[in-house]
């Protein structure tokens, strides 16, 4: 499609402490747009993600108070797709950060197989800085990950009318969808930055699968539903045994300072 966009999509609650890097990071990387989908926000998320709309940028912000958001993926995935219009269409969470080579996405995704309609990004976990960032940007100066990838996968794809995403790690399908896995870029996952929001991330996620029945997720999970049902008793554990405490203590990791140093360069010197 002629002056289609490369965009990013994230849904957000309670994300005022990443929401401005989530943004300033994918405009660095120049994806065309931010698109943001702000999801009963208490804090000053939506009001952070407004402000680089009102400035010009090109962030779009939309507020859904609907629960259970991750029944309305499609319905978001096409709202953004359709009103770009978009090109690649980066579904991802606030905490996710993708960092492609010599920090240009659009080099990278004008460089990927006209047949190739789908990517599928391999996920690493980022461990929290030991002490709570004092300023904004500055949770990505972590250097510790998890020693291997993550089992599974989430998908990025072109924009099609067509197509369906389903929650968990946002699989995509549409009729003939062309997939390809991707080793040059992966996501990093800075799932914790500070105790306080991890408690509040949790309380967030925990709240959001309640009143999911089975039948939801048979219809929208990318997982077996019996496998999202486990998964969400764990997440239920992980809060009420505070399990999340583990990831800012010292567990087993290897040190990845790529991205950290290239935010010092391009993100934190402002």
Not at 60 to 82: C, I, M, Q
Not at 220 to 243: G, N, T
Request: aromatic fraction near 12%; proline fraction near 6%; glycine fraction near 4%.
């Amino acid at each position: 499609m002629k002056d289609a966009k490369d965009i990013v999509l994230a849904c957000c609650r309670d994300e005022e402490d990443i929401i401005a890097t989530f943004i300033e990071f994918y405009l660095a990387a120049g994806f065309d747009a931010v698109y943001l989908v702000d999801n009963n926000s208490r804090d000053a998320t939506p009001e952070i993600a407004g402000s680089y709309a009102a400035r010009g940028l090109p962030v779009v912000v939309k507020k859904d108070s609907r629960p259970n958001y991750e029944s309305f993926l499609t319905d978001l995935y096409h709202w953004a797709g359709a009103d770009a219009p978009a090109r690649w269409l980066f579904f991802l969470d606030c905490d996710e950060m993708i960092l492609f080579p010599r920090g240009d996405a659009k080099a990278w995704l004008n460089g990927v197989p006209p047949d190739v309609d789908c990517l599928r990004l391999r996920q690493r976990e980022m461990y929290p800085l030991a002490t709570p960032p004092a300023a904004k940007h500055e949770f990505l100066l972590t250097p510790r990950t998890q020693p291997s990838f993550d089992d599974t996968f989430k998908e990025m794809s072109r924009y099609d009318p067509r197509a369906k995403v389903f929650a968990g790690k946002h699989r995509i399908e549409y009729p003939g969808i062309r997939r390809a896995e991707v080793s040059d870029i992966f996501i990093r996952h800075y799932k914790f930055r500070s105790e306080a929001q991890a408690v509040r991330k949790l309380a967030n996620t925990n709240d959001a699968h309640n009143g999911v029945t089975l039948e939801e997720l048979t219809r929208i999970s990318s997982f077996d539903p019996k496998i999202a049902v486990e998964w969400y008793a764990y997440l239920r554990e992980v809060e009420a045994r505070e399990l999340w405490r583990e990831s800012f203590q010292s567990p087993p990791s290897v040190e990845d300072t790529e991205l950290a140093r290239w935010a010092a360069e391009h993100l934190l010197h402002e």
